[in-house]
């Protein structure tokens, strides 16, 4: 019996968290002239993978057991900003846009991945 991939996994909870970090950069450029709005951020993805363990199933009864549970939801954060305007305004567009990259070069990287190794599957099918 073969043990199943966890990539596509992988791939498709980096492509939510992506997705919510790009709703929340979104957000902060929306509001980047209401007064006293702070920009927000959310978790390192890397702090969301640590919160997920693991699921392991014993196909015997003598097998050792783990408790398995769903990853937390992810949390989002006032981030660190690099200036406060008079209006107490905490949203650098500067920042936000080099976010709003950082979230883009990682989607494309995500989605490089899968696909590559979506072909790779697909000729081992094939033969």
């Known amino acids: 019996m073969t043990s199943p991939v966890y990539l596509f996994d992988l791939a498709s909870r980096q492509a939510n968290w ?4 790009q709703t929340t950069i979104s957000g902060n450029i929306a ?25 392991m199933t014993a196909t015997d009864n003598e097998h050792i057991g783990f408790d398995a549970s769903r990853p937390e939801s992810m949390k989002v954060k006032r981030a660190d900003t690099w200036d406060t305007v008079y209006s107490r305004n905490s ?8 976010k709003a990259g950082e979230v883009d070069r990682q ?19 094939r033969g």
């Open 18 to 21: 992506l997705a919510a970090r």
């Open 107 to 125: 989607h494309s990287l995500n989605t490089s991945i899968v696909k590559a190794f979506h072909r790779m599957l697909m000729s081992t099918v």
């Open 91 to 98: 949203v650098s567009l500067e920042q936000e846009l080099i």
């Open 31 to 55: 509001n980047a002239n209401t007064p006293g709005y702070r920009a927000r951020d959310v978790e390192p993805f890397i702090d969301v993978l640590d919160k997920t363990k693991l699921a």
